[in-house]
């Protein structure tokens, strides 16, 4: 299993025309982040200044967050009137809201995202003003510090010989203790040696605080013995950064030095290196395709029979249902076009054929649907006159992403994931590897989701985090793992953690393919707010778009009531609370 990435992301605030509740001066409005946590409670990240007088504000303290890509973050920014210091927010008039996803925030143009405040109280027909949220990545969350270190003159216990000598990185922590960090190559007989360049990320070498004391502990290395201490230096990473040639520390014994000569530390070639993470190319405007294809082979059952893993239940989602909105949700907040090309394989066509990739809206020219509503509407139109079939090959369909990305300039910044849901074993396994080999060197990942209780071995060996995959055809080794295979079954009925299951190496592929080509992110692109109000305002301002739903709900006005409610298109039901 892979380890979780994540950022941290500082969210800067604006707002403007914000209603005003005093009668002789302006609003004092603050800021105030909230996040929904795993038992459905809203609990506080952080908060703004207040900023006095003022229905335009611009917060300058930055609010802190934790951003993961496969997990839908809920987040709520509300503005309060604060007129004393004395007052609580209980006691603040509310100056509205707004509800969405750090998804949407990073996803939107440069991650900056513009949208409508709500009334606090749930009225239609009310304008609230507008608030601009603009994520940016904390400084050094991907940095790594690279330098070279050499000794001149250092001693040795040995009776014979100039000493084998390594050098051990301690970070001293809080409460004094050190902790290691990095150990160099033992460079053997020499009293002079020089190490191989080193490379350390920051988050390792001192925790993103760059006056954390660093001791570098010079040791004589031995055979059959215990090494030999012979000194160290103490420096940090603000003291070695600020010399733009090299400097040179002498070896103690302790912290203070004591007259003895041990030799001395030299560092030169020292430099903060910048690795680009996956939000600095989605904030660069790297655009993510998603291409859907559904397993439509026998094996499924026939849709019509309640034991049927395709079976419409007019009140419960099927699995691919529940697959496809689970994973649709989050990967629909980085679509720009929100565009879905949705393929299905395995079923007969008219003509009598078994087609192993054919678009599920009936046109091969275009195959794109709207929205992962549309997805889900698409796939429930064509199970009304599907032809079960088989066996289950996914070569076809592979080669199909693989055309798709080849179509991508050279330089552009444009990235792939196919998302395949199926329900048994591969029966073409060669030849699916061949395309997955073939895949591995375009801007791709592929993303499986086994549904039913069959046997998904074979699955596993394409999920490649063991064994790099050959090609039988051409013998060459995949370039990367592309990949990521989850059985439903083993997530029941959690859609967040098959989500997180599902999505977790996408940042790590997508990085890693950029790398390989040598593609730096693009520099955020300038963001015009006024060109994003007036969209706003096309949109009707007056009628706020609705917060942050859960795939398949709208949320609409009872007239009669003036009241919302919120409808279900795809369980067929309604109901006044909102959903989560």
């Given amino acids: 299993m892979p380890q979780q990435m994540y950022s941290t992301l500082l969210m800067t605030i604006e707002c403007q025309d914000l209603k005003n509740k005093d009668l002789f001066s302006k609003s004092d409005p603050v800021c105030v982040m909230e996040r929904k946590n795993s038992k459905q409670e809203w609990v506080e990240v952080g908060r703004t200044e207040v900023i006095q007088n003022n229905l335009n504000p611009k917060f300058s303290t930055k609010i802190q967050m934790v951003y993961v890509f496969e997990t839908v973050q809920l987040i709520r920014f509300s503005l309060y009137d604060v007129d004393s210091a004395d007052k609580t927010l209980s006691d603040a008039d509310s100056l509205g809201f707004l509800e969405t996803t750090v998804g949407r925030i990073v996803g939107s143009v440069g991650s900056c995202f513009v949208g409508s405040l709500q009334d606090p109280k749930g009225k239609a027909n009310s304008n609230h003003g507008t608030i601009k949220i603009l994520a940016e990545e904390a400084k050094a969350q991907n940095d790594s510090l690279r330098f070279v270190v050499s000794g001149a003159g250092l001693k040795t216990k040995d009776w014979v010989g100039k000493g084998d000598h390594y050098i051990k990185i301690r970070r001293r922590r809080q409460d004094r203790e050190l902790e290691d960090v990095f150990s160099t190559e033992v460079v053997k007989d020499n009293k002079d040696p020089t190490f191989k360049p080193i490379e350390i990320p920051m988050q390792i070498l001192n925790l993103g605080k760059f006056d954390t004391p660093l001791v570098f502990e010079v040791w004589d290395w031995n055979a059959r013995s215990n090494h030999d201490f012979l000194g160290q230096i103490t420096t ?159 070569a076809d369909i592979i080669n199909e992403a693989n055309k798709a990305c080849r179509k991508v300039r050279d330089g552009a910044q444009e990235y792939y994931v196919l998302l395949i849901l199926t329900d048994g074993g591969i029966s073409d396994m060669d030849n699916t590897i061949d395309q997955i080999v073939e895949g591995s060197d375009l801007p791709l990942s592929v993303l499986i989701v086994g549904v039913g209780n069959e046997d998904f071995s074979s699955m596993e060996e394409l999920d490649a985090d063991k064994k790099a995959l050959v090609s039988m055809k051409t013998d060459k080794t995949a370039s990367r793992d592309i990949v990521q295979f989850v059985a439903l079954r083993e997530v029941a009925d959690n859609s967040a953690e098959l989500a997180k299951r599902v999505l977790q190496e996408i940042p790590t592929q997508l990085t890693s393919y950029m790398l390989s080509k040598n593609l730096q992110p693009h520099p955020r692109p300038a963001v015009d707010v006024s060109q994003a109000e007036k969209q706003l305002q096309k949109m009707d301002l007056l009628h706020p778009p609705p917060a942050y739903l859960p795939p398949g709900w709208e949320e609409k006005i009872d007239k009669a009531a003036n009241k919302t409610y919120y409808v279900n298109h795809d369980l067929k039901i309604t109901q006044w609370e909102r959903p989560t």
Avoid: W
């Fill in 236 to 394: 940090s990473t603000v003291e070695l950064l600020q010399k733009s040639g090299p400097i040179s520390f002498p070896v103690t014994k302790g912290d203070k030095a004591d007259g003895k000569d041990r030799g001395l530390l030299t560092f030169s070639h020292i430099q903060v290196h910048h690795t680009p993470s996956f939000f600095d190319y989605i904030c660069g405007g790297c655009r993510l395709e998603v291409m859907i294809a559904i397993d439509f082979t026998m094996s499924n059952g026939n849709p019509l029979t309640p034991g049927s893993l395709h079976y419409n239940d007019a009140k419960t989602l099927n699995p691919y249902e529940r697959a496809i909105s689970s994973v649709g949700k989050i990967l629909e907040e980085y679509s720009t076009s929100n565009k879905y090309a949705t393929y299905g394989f395995g079923a007969q066509m008219d003509d009598g054929n078994v087609s192993y990739c054919f678009p599920l809206n009936g046109n091969q020219a275009d195959p794109q649907v709207n929205g992962i509503g549309g997805v889900l509407q698409t796939y429930k139109k064509y199970l009304q006159k599907a032809k079960m079939s088989g066996p289950t090959n996914f």
